[in-house]
């Protein structure tokens, strides 16, 4: 595979947007602003900046959840 350009996302790349609503570093409000473009709506899981660390399961859960919901992809 060629290395991604950096001049634009690709639109034929799935995109989805993971916060948490108790994130003081990145706020879910401001997550919702950056996915706006790509038409996408954030994905809020509960807890702070690092799901991967404090709620791993759930992270994982939601992350399968995302690749397995075809509506979502089209």
């Known amino acids: ?5 950096g001049d634009g996302w690709p639109g034929n790349v799935r995109s989805a947007f993971v916060c948490c609503d108790d994130d003081p570093v ?5 997550a919702r602003a950056q ?3 790509f038409g996408v709506e954030p994905l809020v899981l509960p ?4 799901p991967f660390l404090s709620r791993p399961a759930e992270l994982a859960d939601a992350l399968v959840a995302l690749l397995d919901d075809e509506a979502r992809w089209g």
């Open 35 to 37: 996915a706006a473009p």
């Open 47 to 50: 807890g702070s900046h690092s």
């Open 26 to 30: 990145q706020l879910v409000a401001t």
């Open 1 to 5: 595979p060629e290395p991604f350009p």
